[in-house]
């Protein structure tokens, strides 16, 4: 019998090694499991602080109004909401465009072409109150937009980090560096864009609104020159929409408020001509 207890203490020892090695196996897999979906977890968090990216907030117009005469109030109160669904789609598109684009997709894609909408429908408030009022000037002041990048990743952070004029003017010039990197002859086949000419439209100019329509007509000509020259610099950037959701879209809203401004100028002194608008819309010819 003692020869017999060696072999069965053995066999226990083997039995209870192999539990033991089961045990560690299992405990090396579910360590390896949690591991997994701890990493998940920590990746989830990630792409969704990248997927975050923020929102747009505008100046609040209403209260820089003067009293508004009633026979303007519906025409105010209109493009008021205008600039409330204005700011509405664009933080729609931040949410859809989000990882588009490069670090100043935001500003050249969606600040700019807000801030050049606002414009023009500040400029119809300014119009509308004029008509029966003294005109309030100054209300372009409040068309700039920034964006609030809540928890959004640097990139984003630095695309919406300094919403001005001088940032969509270096935006350009960065992309402009690209494009002559390795634009090519694809830089020479981006086409022009052609406008429609305003001046054959216009009525006869009162002497005193002369210079104010000159300055407007020459504005006209240089943001479809500035246009063309962009069209150069960003070529090759952005979806297949890039040209008219930037360049053609904001130029548009530019000339909007420049022949708003002819009107307006011709109004003072002679009967306002109407409809000018109709020439904002340009085209782009490849």
């Given at each position: 019998m003692s020869r017999?207890?060696?072999?069965?203490?053995?066999?226990?020892?083997?039995?209870?090694?192999?539990?033991?090695?089961v045990a560690l196996s299992?405990?090396?897999?579910?360590?390896?499991?949690?591991?997994?979906?701890?990493?998940?977890?920590?990746?989830?968090?990630a792409a969704g602080t990248l997927a975050s990216p923020g929102t747009i907030s505008c100046p609040a117009v209403a209260g820089s109004l003067p009293a508004i005469p009633a026979s303007a109030q519906a025409e105010v109160t209109s493009n008021l909401a205008q600039l409330d669904t204005q700011i509405a789609e664009a933080n729609k598109r931040l949410v859809d465009t989000v990882g588009q684009g490069g670090p100043n997709f935001?500003?050249?894609?969606?600040?700019?072409?807000?801030?050049?909408?606002?414009v023009a429908a500040l400029n119809r408030i300014e119009?509308?109150?004029?008509?029966?009022?003294?005109?309030?000037?100054?209300?372009?002041?409040?068309?700039?937009?920034?964006?609030?990048?809540?928890?959004?990743?640097?990139?984003?952070?630095?695309?919406?980090?300094?919403?001005?004029?001088?940032?969509?003017?270096?935006?350009?010039g960065d992309a402009g560096d690209a494009g002559d990197a390795g634009a090519g002859e694809d830089a020479g086949a981006v086409g022009t864009i052609s406008c429609p000419d305003v001046e054959p439209s216009l009525p006869e100019i009162p002497a005193s609104a002369q210079a104010?329509?000159?300055?407007?007509l020459a504005q006209l000509d240089t943001q479809i020159a500035e246009a063309n020259k962009r069209l150069v610099?960003?070529?090759?950037?952005?979806?297949?929409?890039?040209?008219?959701?930037?360049?053609?879209?904001?130029?548009?809203?530019?000339?909007?408020?420049?022949?708003?401004?002819?009107e307006t100028a011709i109004g003072r002194?002679?009967?306002?001509?109407?409809?000018?608008?109709?020439?904002?819309?340009c085209a782009l010819n490849q």
């Open positions: 017999a207890l060696p072999k069965y203490n053995k066999r226990r020892v083997a039995i209870i090694g192999g539990a033991a090695a299992g405990a090396v897999i579910a360590g390896s499991a949690l591991a997994g979906e701890t990493s998940k977890s920590d990746n989830s968090k935001v500003q050249n894609a969606i600040l700019g072409p807000l801030e050049d909408k606002r119009t509308a109150i004029g008509r029966a009022a003294d005109k309030p000037e100054g209300l372009e002041a409040l068309a700039p937009c920034a964006l609030n990048a809540d928890g959004a990743s640097e990139a984003g952070d630095e695309a919406g980090a300094e919403p001005t004029e001088a940032a969509t003017e270096e935006a350009g104010e329509v000159t300055s407007n610099d960003t070529v090759g950037q952005g979806g297949p929409n890039f040209v008219q959701n930037a360049i053609l879209g904001p130029l548009e809203d530019k000339r909007v408020a420049a022949l708003n401004r002819i002194a002679a009967d306002k001509p109407e409809g000018l608008e109709a020439l904002a819309p």
